[in-house]
Nanobody, 125 residues
Framework: QVRLVESGGDSVQTGGSLRVSCAASGYTDNSPCMGWFRQAPEIGREGVATIDINGRTNYADSVKGRFTIAKDNAENILYLQMNSLKPEDTAMYYC???????????????????WGQGTQVNVSS
């Protein structure tokens, strides 16, 4: 089992930047994918970004060019750097692990078997 703990959520203004982190423990290298998902009222849970064991990344169209996912393998920490933030980025951001290859490529939440508690990101206009 993998335990995931997110941190770094905050309230920022439109156009600002924020980095959220996910500390993983009990990690197994057998998992081919980790990622970030978010959920906002009236929107539901949606994929944001994923990264596979080869370092290849996938992004939702809504964040491509603004967000960057990265992983520190030595420290088992997953990051999401968010730039040029918009009010529509406001959501609870969840870290996920144990994703399949297909779930990684297509940002499919149901293909991930480990989840953190989430960290709140608020972007005001």
């Amino acid at each position: 089992q993998v335990r995931l703990v997110e941190s770094g959520g905050d309230s920022v203004q439109t156009g600002g930047s924020l980095r959220v982190s996910c500390a993983a423990s009990g990690y197994t290298d057998n998992s081919p994918c980790m990622g970030w998902f978010r959920q906002a009222p009236e929107i539901g849970r949606e994929g944001v970004a994923t990264i596979d064991i080869n370092g290849r990344t996938n992004y939702a169209d809504s964040v491509k060019g603004r967000f960057t996912i990265a992983k520190d393998n030595a420290e088992n920490i997953l990051y999401l750097q968010m730039n040029s933030l918009k009010p529509e980025d406001t959501a609870m951001y969840y870290c996920a692990a144990g994703g399949s290859w297909v779930g990684c490529m297509r940002l499919l939440a149901h293909h991930f078997n480990s989840w953190g508690q989430g960290t709140q990101v608020n972007v005001s206009s």
